[in-house]
């Protein structure tokens, strides 16, 4: 199994990094984990193709996490594609995907002319998807986007994601035993309700109970001080094998 970073970048897109988009892939399946406004460029820059797509799990409503799902889904029409597509998400994201769609592209016709799934995930519920096993933890963001950190489970590998948070210990529970748990890290030493700093972060790093950490979702503060940290960190086009 390999993790492809497609973009680990903040919302501003801090040093021209592409937003949150993580690209898994076994044998059998392609899962995107988040699928933010720049993902379809950054996809087809790493030679990845929205057919080799299968399933994406969304971590909550912002642009730079979910926006590029209505480009990726007019890319597959256009190409005419057949194969089913799971989008798994918080309640109601078929309704604001489809909103989505209706403002980006006025007058086009996109999810009739294709096979997605829309799935919803709530908090405790241990979600099956096609091989895919699923739990979904509230994480502290804004409270309107629905954001959750995510404990996925393909191949008898665990990965898992924090979302968008500020501390909170449901991160020790979500991400024990992973083999690799991706963790924002928005700020070095600034603190902002819904993000974390490595400050605050740095001292519970030992605590964690997972083969890898990898942080990612950088401002321009964490990325001048990358050199500084003594953890694996993100950048557009990395590839762990799993």
């Known amino acids: 199994m390999k993790l492809t970073v497609i973009g680990c970048g903040d919302a501003f897109g801090s040093g021209g ?9 076994t044998e059998k ?17 790493r030679g990845i193709e929205v057919e080799h797509i299968d ?9 730079d996490h979910y926006g590029g799902v209505p480009f990726l889904l007019l890319d597959a029409m256009s190409k005419g594609r057949k194969k089913r597509i799971n989008i798994i998400s918080p309640p109601g994201g078929k309704e604001r995907i489809s909103a989505l769609l209706d403002l980006l592209y006025p007058g086009t016709v996109v999810l009739p002319k294709l096979d997605v799934a829309f799935i ?7 979600l099956n998807v096609d091989g895919l096993s699923l739990m979904a933890y509230p994480v502290i963001h804004s ?14 590998k665990i990965i898992c994601y924090s979302g968008d948070t500020s ?3 449901v991160l020790f529970p979500l991400s024990v035993d992973a083999d690799l748990f991706i963790c924002e890290c928005n700020f070095y030493d600034t603190v ?12 519970k790093l030992l605590q964690f109970n997972c083969r890898k950490i990898l942080l990612t979702h950088f401002d321009t503060e964490m990325l001048q001080r990358l050199a500084d940290l003594n ?10 094998s799993i």
């Open 17 to 25: 990094r592409l937003n949150t988009c993580f690209y898994i892939k």
């Open 29 to 45: 399946t392609g899962l995107l984990i988040d699928c933010g406004a720049t993902s379809l460029p950054g996809l087809k820059l």
């Open 55 to 63: 399933t994406i799990v969304l971590s909550h409503f912002h642009g």
């Open 120 to 126: 919803e995930y709530t908090s405790a519920e241990d």
């Open 143 to 156: 409270e309107a986007a629905l954001p959750h950190g995510l404990r996925i489970k393909l191949n008898d």
């Open 167 to 169: 501390w909170t210990d």
């Open 192 to 203: 902002v309700k819904g993000h974390m700093s490595y400050m605050e972060l740095e001292p």
């Open 231 to 240: 953890v694996t960190c993100a950048t557009d086009g990395l590839e762990i």
